[in-house]
C-alpha cells in the first residue's frame, strides 16, 4: 500500500508587523505592556516563531495560528525581533525589525562591586541597551583617569550586542595601583543610540575587597 503526502519545497517571504494600545494613542510602545505580533508571511511555509530579541522567543507555531501572539519588554531598550519561517523540509527564510521601547535604551550601573578573586561581581561596568557607541571610564575622587574603555560595535547587531570588559579595580601588585586611595570612584558613559541620540551618564561606585576565611 503507498500513501502520498504533498510536500512544499519552496520557502515563502517572511513578513510581520506589530502593534499595541498605547502605539495607536501616542505612536510609542512602553515597557510592560502587552505587544502584539502578527506573522503576515506569504507563499510557501508550514510554520514559523518569532525572537523576541530580550533572550525569549516562541515556540515553533503552525502557519495560520489563530491565537494572538503577544509579548512584553520589561525595561526600555531598542530590540531585534526576528520573524523565521519553515518549510516541510526544514529549509528556513527569516525577517527581522527592530523595536523601540520607550526611549530606546537604558542605561543601569551597580554603585558598588567587590573584586576578591571569587567569580562574583568581580569587575564594575554599566549595563546598557540600544546603545551602538560607548565610551566608558572611572576616576578617583581627585578626577584622575584610571581606566578608558571603547565598545567594539558587533558585526551584526540583531544576534550581539555592543557589551564591555568592565574595570577589574587597581592593580595591587603595582605601585601605581597600591598608590590609590580614594573612598570612592567616579564613571562615566558616553553613548550614541542607533537614531544618532547622545547619552551621557554619570557617577560614583565604591570597591570592597575582602578575602575569604581558610578552613
Keep these: 500500500m503507498w500513501y502520498w503526502r504533498q ?5 515563502g517571504e517572511p513578513l510581520f508587523d506589530f502593534n499595541s494600545i498605547t502605539f495607536q ?6 515597557a510592560r505592556e502587552d505587544i502584539t505580533f502578527r506573522d503576515l508571511s ?3 511555509y508550514s510554520s ?9 522567543q516562541t ?6 495560528q489563530p491565537d494572538p501572539i503577544t509579548h512584553e519588554y520589561a525595561i526600555a531598550g531598542t530590540y531585534y525581533v526576528t520573524l523565521r519561517i519553515y518549510n516541510d523540509i526544514g529549509c528556513v527564510a527569516d525577517l527581522t525589525q527592530t523595536i523601540k521601547i520607550g526611549k530606546g535604551y537604558n542605561v543601569l550601573s551597580p554603585n558598588v562591586f567587590t573584586p576578591n578573586g571569587d567569580i ?16 566608558f571610564r572611572v576616576y578617583d575622587a581627585q578626577g584622575a583617569l584610571l581606566y578608558e574603555e571603547i565598545g567594539v560595535p558587533p558585526t551584526n547587531p540583531a544576534i550581539e ?8 579595580g587597581p592593580d595591587l601588585s603595582t605601585d601605581d595601583g597600591k598608590e590609590i586611595i580614594t573612598p570612592y570612584f567616579i564613571y562615566t558613559l558616553e553613548g550614541q543610540t542607533i537614531d544618532s541620540v547622545k547619552v551621557f551618564r554619570d557617577g560614583t561606585f565604591i570597591l570592597l575587597r575582602w578575602q575569604h576565611e581558610k578552613n
Design 42 to 44: 506569504e507563499n510557501e
Design 120 to 135: 562574583y561581581n568581580q569587575c564594575f561596568k554599566p549595563l546598557f541597551n540600544g546603545l551602538v557607541e560607548v565610551t
Design 59 to 64: 515556540e515553533r507555531l503552525e502557519r495560520n
Design 7 to 11: 510536500i512544499n519545497v519552496g520557502i
Design 48 to 56: 514559523f516563531e518569532f525572537i523576541f530579541g530580550d533572550g525569549t
Design 161 to 168: 550586542a555592543l557589551t564591555l570588559t568592565g574595570w577589574c
Design 25 to 30: 494613542q501616542s505612536s510609542q510602545y512602553i
